[in-house]
């Protein structure tokens, strides 16, 4: 079992910065890679971001590129997601997932473990 606690949200203003932490404890060398999604109100789960334990593989999804940056400290078993230029429309509660197989992924279903979820509420 891995377990993963989230830390960082909050509320902020346009424009604003944030940084998102994720704990991993447990069986965390069985963790392939790690991933950061989010979830709006009404709205389907979706990728932000994802590392790969090594951090050899990083990727995001089109709407944080070039304002959100991922990364990990594996000595502190954490990954990280560093969010500037925050629009309201990032609002969400944002989620880090673990995934213990051999690939990686950026669907919801392709993570084995998640985190509780911290809210991001940014306003205009």
């Known amino acids: 079992q891995v377990q993963l606690v989230e830390s960082g949200g909050g509320l902020v203003q346009a424009g604003g910065s944030l940084r998102l932490s994720c704990a991993a404890s447990?069986?965390?060398?069985?963790?392939?890679?790690m991933g950061w999604f989010r979830q709006a109100p009404g709205k389907e789960r979706e990728f932000v971001a994802l590392?790969?334990?090594?951090?050899?593989?990083?990727a995001y999804a089109d709407f944080v590129k070039g304002r959100f940056t991922i990364s990990r400290d594996n000595a502190k078993n954490s990954v990280y997601l560093q969010m500037n230029s925050l629009k309201p429309e990032d609002t969400a509660v944002y989620y880090c997932?673990?995934?213990?197989?051999?690939?990686?992924?950026?669907?919801?279903?392709?993570?084995?473990?998640w985190g509780q979820g911290t809210q991001v509420t940014v306003s205009s």
């Open positions: 997932a673990a995934r213990v197989g051999g690939t990686v992924s950026t669907r919801p279903n392709g993570y084995d473990y």
């Open positions: 447990g069986r965390t060398f069985y963790i392939y890679a």
């Open positions: 590392i790969r334990w090594s951090g050899d593989n990083i």
